[in-house]
């Protein structure tokens, strides 16, 4: 029998606590779309995610109102692109573009990600020319999201690529800076990209991914907060405790909603994302988390570790609520999206080197800042680089996802609205590593790659 | 297959008689009801069969959050799987 306290505790948390199934994120592979013809190609990709998609919405929506449970969002991942592209005669890899942008409206999803190409180790002719087309390819469409995997921890850090994506995150805001610079946020540049991430804008459908399969992300940080506020003077055991319990519940939910899209769907179950995934709502923040664990604000001295502590008991409570684990999995600090970042951005408590460290302990990396406009790509360059050997050292995945605001600088404000929330353009340490970046070459893959 | 349906609002005469009338309507038998009243807000929640359903349940699911926003009440009737899945191991 179901407890009433159990029932009202549900309904409290979605109706007051923004808990919500972040996304459900079809990936389909567009391997078997290969064609030499690129025309051809394209409407094998168009027709091929019109026909597995064709029910996506239509079915979360039916599983919205069966639980009672917001899905936020309705996602589709593909195949990186220039692997498509790779053979194909004509080398127009904005054709994909546009041809991913008439599905996704087609089928009425948010987003749709894959424009993609894994360069860690170096590149195909492909490759580059669909890494220049990116600023392009984000400014002629609106549902494309692209991200690029810059280096891993088998492979090292491709220096080449960092050079480029200084210039393609510069580009794609440049393109686009009558709407707010929208295309540098709907990019990101990877070190360990994950093969089955739910959330944009980094998610694409590996090669090692089957056909078809249904990933979800959760979100929550309102209730982990509220379930924190109800429990004043635990200390850091119990506090860690309270967050393992509440992450537990949350990701349920998403097991939950996981398994029933893909038996209604047909399509096999990939993975739950353990994610804590913040709104621009007030109350739906990490950063509010960390300040109800006792920080003034966030970015202050202890930032890092209740960050860390935060992340691995969201991790521990959701691996065991549910069969298939993978994404992104921990807590996410994406800063324009989230209410408590953005103030504390604003009050000059966070840095983006505080961010940095932060990314070291938990889930991806510097995610949706403002740099000056003016910020040059040597310098986004060395950015990534330095975000990308965090990923590499420590064997997890890092990712930058920074919006150079166009003929804005420090103090200034940038709003994208929506989900994607707006926030200060925050100060950027100006010293230049021209020479650094523009060496090239390759950082070799560490010591810690050798495990075999 | 069981549903939940939860209603919370200020107290006032005739709203278990409502939602009950609006279960009959559609042929949902009530299995189980508990109810509070904390000062004056009132809560209800009753479990309930919809095997003999006559609408689909999204379809329900509008027409009692519609009831309940003309009665100002708060009113969701969730399948029960959501509640088991959360608090049960």
């Known amino acids: 029998m179901i407890e009433t306290k159990d029932i009202l505790e549900t309904i409290t948390m979605i109706q007051e606590e923004n808990l919500d199934i972040r996304t459900v994120t079809m990936g389909i592979s567009l391997l078997d779309c290969i064609d030499s013809d690129i025309d051809k190609a394209c409407q094998k990709v168009y027709d091929k995610i019109t026909t597995k998609a064709e029910r996506l919405v239509s079915e979360c929506e039916d599983i919205e109102k069966k639980y009672g449970i917001p899905i936020i969002n309705k996602r589709i991942s593909v195949t990186p692109i220039a692997l498509l592209l790779g053979a194909c005669e004509k080398k127009e890899p904005v054709k994909f573009a546009l041809t991913l942008e008439k599905a996704a409206q087609k089928v009425g999803v948010n987003f749709i990600g894959g424009y993609s190409a894994l360069v860690q180790k170096g590149f195909t002719e492909a490759d580059k020319i669909l890494i220049e087309s990116i600023p392009e390819a984000l400014a002629v469409t609106d549902h494309i999201c692209s991200s690029v995997n810059i280096g891993s921890t088998k492979a090292g850090i491709n220096m080449d690529a960092v050079k480029m994506m200084g210039q393609v995150v510069k580009e794609s805001a440049e393109l686009t800076k009558d709407r707010n610079c929208i295309g540098a946020a709907k990019l990101v540049v990877f070190c360990n990209a994950p093969e089955d991430n739910p959330f944009m804008a980094g998610a694409f459908h590996g090669v090692g991914e089957a056909d078809c399969v249904i990933n979800v992300g959760v979100s929550g940080p309102g209730v982990v907060r509220a379930a924190l506020a109800k429990s004043k003077g635990l200390d850091i055991t119990g506090v860690a405790e309270l967050i393992k319990r509440t992450a537990f519940k949350i990701t349920r939910m998403g097991q939950l909603v996981a398994k029933e899209a893909s038996s209604r769907l047909n399509v096999p179950f990939g993975i739950v994302d353990l994610s804590l995934a913040p709104t621009p709502a007030v109350g739906d923040s990490v950063a509010y988390i960390l300040e109800e664990i006792g920080l003034e604000c966030c970015g202050c001295a202890g930032t890092t570790a209740a960050l860390a502590m935060l992340n691995d008991a969201v991790k521990k409570g959701g691996v065991m609520a549910s069969s298939k684990v993978g994404g992104l999995s921990g807590a996410f600090i994406p800063v324009t999206e989230d209410a408590g970042m953005i103030h504390a951005a604003e009050c000059g408590s966070l840095t983006i080197e505080k961010l940095e460290a932060m990314t070291a302990v938990c889930s991806v990396g510097l995610d949706m800042i403002n740099i000056p406009g003016d910020t040059t790509p040597e310098v986004i360059s060395a950015i990534i680089a330095d975000e990308a050997a965090i990923g590499m050292i420590n064997t997890k995945t890092t990712a930058v996802r920074v919006i150079p605001a166009i003929g804005k600088k420090e103090g200034d404000s940038l709003s994208f609205g929506g989900l994607l929330g707006e926030g200060p353009v925050m100060r950027v340490n100006k010293g230049s590593p021209a020479v650094f970046i523009n060496r090239g070459g390759q950082i070799p893959a560490p010591i810690q790659s050798l495990k075999n | ?89």
């Not at chain 2, 508990?34 to 479990?47: A, G, R």
């Not at chain 2, 003999?52 to 959050?65: K, P, Q, R, T, Y």
């Open chain 2, 1 to 89: 297959m069981k549903i939940v349906i939860s209603v919370i609002g200020k107290d006032c005469v005739g709203i278990l008689a409502g939602v009950s009338n609006k279960c009959a309507e559609y042929g949902i038998n009530i299995i189980d009801v508990s109810q509070s009243v904390l000062q004056d807000m009132f809560c209800m929640i009753m479990i309930c069969d919809i095997s003999a359903m006559n609408v689909n349940f999204s379809e329900f699911a509008d027409i009692m959050s519609v009831y309940g926003q003309e009665k100002g009440l708060s009113i969701h009737a969730m399948h029960e799987d959501i509640f088991n899945s959360m608090h049960k191991i």
